[in-house]
């Protein structure tokens, strides 16, 4: 049974939201160059970043009775990782969509999240391009 809410969660949180910011990212600006990105197309990219903060907003929900992870177990689960990952990815500037910014209870996921060993040893070279994990507390 948990296995199979994981991979619920994990799809709709890929399919929902993480997929649809990185849609965003590509049809919103031309960053990575024009052999990427092929097609610029604002309204797409808006129309992305919208359902993408619906869809952030029930798992935000979800996470209101302040379960640590998104399915309340010990240890966070692929669900979770995938969840972290679309924060730290609507976290670059040109998404100008942080999630945990508009979110009281992604919010404090993501900060459980980055208290993480693992979490802290992948950005610990503090070149992720995300200006707050780089430079956490000004520093």
């Known amino acids: 049974m948990q296995r ?6 994990d799809n709709r ?3 929902h939201i993480l997929y649809r910011i990185v849609t965003a990212f590509h049809v919103l600006h ?3 160059g024009f052999k990427l990105e092929l097609t610029k197309n604002e309204a797409w990219g808006e129309h992305s970043r919208k359902e993408a903060l ?3 907003a029930l798992v935000n929900t979800h996470l209101s009775d302040r379960r640590d992870w998104l399915l309340g177990g010990d240890e966070p689960t692929f669900a979770d990782i995938t969840l ?3 924060i730290a990815f609507s976290k670059f500037p040109v998404n100008a969509t942080p999630l945990d ?4 209870f992604l919010d404090a996921y993501w900060k459980r999240w980055q208290q993480r060993p693992s979490f802290k ?3 610990a070279d503090r ?3 995300i200006p707050e994990l780089d430079n956490p507390q000004g520093k």
């Not at 199979?4 to 969660?9: E, F, I, Q, T, V």
């Not at 910014?101 to 009281?104: G, Y």
């Open 30 to 32: 031309t960053g990575l």
């Open 4 to 9: 199979s809410l994981d991979n619920m969660w």
């Open 84 to 86: 972290a990952t679309a």
């Open 101 to 104: 910014e508009r979110f009281e």
């Open 121 to 123: 040893a992948a950005y």
């Open 54 to 56: 619906a869809h952030a």
């Open 127 to 129: 070149q992720s391009g």
């Open 13 to 15: 949180i890929w399919v």
